[in-house]
């Protein structure tokens, strides 16, 4: 599942970032780093970009950077 599939308000945890270059380092630079909890917090109206709690911080990235980052859903 990648954050991109995560319904907004549930907790997850970052299990891999599978980006390349340097989006894949912009993303870890950010903190999207595996075992980092997640969480989408808002929606844009149009559905992009979103926001996303991260360790504390508010993120906005675009639904495309999140597709490429796994998450595992808490239970």
């Known amino acids: 599942m990648t954050l991109r599939d995560l319904e907004p ?5 970052l ?7 340097v989006l894949a380092q912009r993303l870890m630079a950010m903190g999207f780093l595996p075992g980092a909890r997640v969480r989408i917090v808002q ?6 970009p979103i ?12 639904l495309s950077e999140a597709a490429c980052l ?3 859903e808490s239970a």
């Not at 308000?9 to 945890?13: F, G, I, P, W």
């Not at 299990?15 to 270059?21: I, S």
């Not at 926001?51 to 675009?62: H, M, Y």
Request: proline share 3%.
């Open 15 to 21: 299990t891999a970032v599978t980006a390349r270059g």
């Open 51 to 62: 926001t996303v709690e991260l360790d504390g911080w508010r993120i906005s990235i675009r």
């Open 43 to 48: 929606v844009a109206p149009f559905g992009d």
């Open 9 to 13: 308000l549930r907790d997850a945890e």
């Open 70 to 72: 796994d998450v595992k």
